[in-house]
């Protein structure tokens, strides 16, 4: 079996080289020449745990194969998938779908065999309908099916998230189509993964639907972390005692400084517009957008308090910098924000992440000083924030910090350390939601 995958960024080269390793053969299309050269030498665009390997090992099987010819790709594919980018637009927050109906017209124009179209790419109810009908202007002889088929991986750990999903989902309308993606999807058939077939338009609604449901579990949790600091209770254990209440569940319940990322600040955005369109607004999600933005803008305000009130002239250490860790994605990162405002109070802000540090210079202020590891972006700073719980923090000699240190505020956004071991140590300890802790 052949398929195409239109686009070769997190989704596309995760997905391409996942459907490559159960044996299906793999044409990806990438527009963007730099990637698509690091691609065919052997190099990833991306950092995604375990990526690297599954890439080799399917190309040199002759399964997975990159380029920019889109008819060589498509020619005898029987499914194209569209996995391009669907940022917010700028102004009104609608998913941008320029590259999507780009690519579906591209794909048109290139098809010489019946394919079955599949938006990969998060997109708004009734996109599905669109596509069909720019397939249908470009090419009135040709014939073809569109299917919806959201990704629901995390970057992070997305290879497993794709091999063994919680469930997939499935929009089609045809049993041609239908019949494709349940061969393409196969090998999870074995490990019982349910496969949920609908129609197009809830398939595209599920994914945003999905999202919006996680972001808003996790502002929720936010919210009770401040309210905790004005009460005097303890977050993780609030989080505890309703996440083990099996209607409520444990995951998503982590305080932090708000969601970032490549999909909860577009998807929940587009989700209010699409529901606001069609005169249904969906205010919990508008609610979740708006606190959400606030506590990512006040969050350099936390640090600044926890300073003594002023920063000015001060020296800042940072601890992560990607939106979550595991990733070099910086797209939207709480860090956007918490830097630069502090950057504008003019802090020096010595910054280290595993990851994300070649991404993370495009979008911070140019006078971030980039650091070798965590105790060099220690030495001599006033205070030090820890903004993504990268592995290798946790593990980090509270002694060690503090020797390099010239002040001793430690402002934990994750609340990866121990307020009591922290506190002993000798840090001016802060975390989230958690007064009394230690
Ligand atoms: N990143 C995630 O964790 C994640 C998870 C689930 C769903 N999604 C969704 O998947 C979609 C893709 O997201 P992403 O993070 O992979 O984006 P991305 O920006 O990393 O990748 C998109 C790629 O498509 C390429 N591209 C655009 N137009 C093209 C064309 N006409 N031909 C060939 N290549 C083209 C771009 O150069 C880019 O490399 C989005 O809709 C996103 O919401 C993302």
Partial sequence: MRIAMIGGGYVGLVSAACFAEFGIDVSVVEADAQKLAALRAGRMPIYEPGLDTLVAENTRAGRLSFGDDLSAAVDGAEAVFIAVGTPARRGDGHADLTYVYAAAEQVARALKNHAVIVSKSTVPVGTGRRIAEIIRQTRPDLEFDVASNPEFLREGSAIGDFMRPDRVVIGAESEHAREVLRRLYRPLYLIEAPILFTDIETAELTKYAANAFLAMKVTFINEMADLCEKVGADVHDVARGIGLDGRIGRKFLHPGPGYGGSCFPKDTLALV??????????????????????????????????????????????????????????????????????????????????????????????????????????????????????????????????????????????????????????????????????
């Fill in 273 to 438: 517009r699409t529901a606001q369109d069609h005169g249904a607004p969906s205010r919990l999600v508008e609610a979740t957008v708006a606190v959400n933005d606030a506590r990512k803008a006040t969050m350099a305000m936390r640090v600044i308090a926890a300073c003594g009130g002023s920063v000015r002239g001060k020296t800042i250490g940072v601890l992560g910098l990607t939106f979550k860790p595991e990733t070099d994605d910086m797209r939207d990162a709480p860090s956007l924000p918490i830097v630069s405002r502090l950057a504008e109070d003019g802090v020096t802000i010595r910054a280290f992440d595993p990851q994300g540090m070649d991404q993370a210079r495009a979008l911070l202020p140019g006078s971030v000083v980039y650091c070798r590891d965590a105790l060099d972006a220690a030495a001599g700073a006033d205070a030090l924030v820890l903004i993504t719980e990268w592995n290798e923090f946790r593990a980090l000699s509270p002694a060690r910090l503090l020797a390099a240190m010239r002040g001793r505020v430690l402002v934990d956004l994750r609340n990866v350390y121990d307020p009591a071991a922290m506190r002993q140590a000798g840090f001016d300890y802060h975390c989230v939601g958690r007064p009394r802790a230690g």
